[in-house]
């Protein structure tokens, strides 16, 4: 992965924190398609006004776009600068195909796929509950996924966020805290720690939380 300025990747994101966060769809090819641009896009000044154009040319409804638009963006240079912090660890191989959809990188040797998400009501129980029952929030997290492009029951670490005020989605911007929480994690990694599941026939899957509160 090119290096990447997580100070920076920080400021933007916290710029996405003055607006209320919500979707009003579920995500689809179409809309992925009107906002293809995130990727290309670090700055949020630029971003809204990219969106403002698409919102124009293609004539949707502008908080509709925006929200979309915002929220992919948000979710999509939070996971970047976390990769980035994963693989400029010691210990830690990128993966040399970028868009392999099942892993991001070998955690000393062994592949993973990583995804922050934040701590989900619809588990319906408490914060607390779930850090002394890791192994069901993790398989409750596995059948809950998205169907969208990384859906899958590979391997994979989750950061899970969450905030004391119920804003648990802002923590994604945390990017200096996210760091902390990972490296005490791989520095003190070991692989009797991971949890086994089997969620398809004849595969293992081998998978972790990393927890990151205030």
């Known amino acids: 992965m090119s290096a990447l300025n997580l100070e920076n990747i920080e400021k933007e994101l916290k710029k ?28 949020w000044e630029v971003l809204i006004k990219k969106i403002a154009t698409v919102a124009e040319t293609q004539d949707i409804d ?3 776009i ?13 996971a970047q600068a976390v ?11 990128s993966v040399v195909e970028i868009k392999d959809s099942e892993k991001d990188f070998y955690l000393f040797g062994i592949p993973f796929d990583h995804k922050t998400s934040v701590f989900p009501k ?14 069901e ?17 590979k391997n994979r670490l989750f950061i899970v966020v969450y905030a004391e005020n119920g804003e648990h989605w802002k923590l994604k911007a945390e990017i200096s805290l996210l760091k902390k929480a990972i490296e005490k994690y791989v520095a003190g990694f ?10 398809a026939e004849d595969q293992t899957t081998l998978s972790d939380i990393i927890w990151v509160s205030k």
């Open 83 to 93: 990769e980035h912090i994963f693989t400029n660890i010691t210990g830690i191989e």
């Open 137 to 153: 929030l993790i398989e409750w997290l596995y059948q809950n996924q998205s169907t969208q492009k990384r859906h899958h029951f």
């Open 190 to 199: 070991n692989p009797e720690q991971l949890h086994s599941f089997i969620f």
């Open 66 to 78: 925006f929200q979309y638009a915002a929220n992919r963006w948000y979710n999509f240079w939070s």
């Open 62 to 64: 502008k908080q509709h």
């Open 16 to 43: 996405r924190h003055q607006y209320s966060y919500n979707w009003f769809r579920k995500q689809n090819d179409q809309w992925d398609r009107y906002t293809q641009f995130i990727y290309k896009t670090s700055n």
């Open 122 to 135: 619809q588990f319906k129980k408490t914060f607390e509950y779930a850090q002394n029952h890791k192994t």
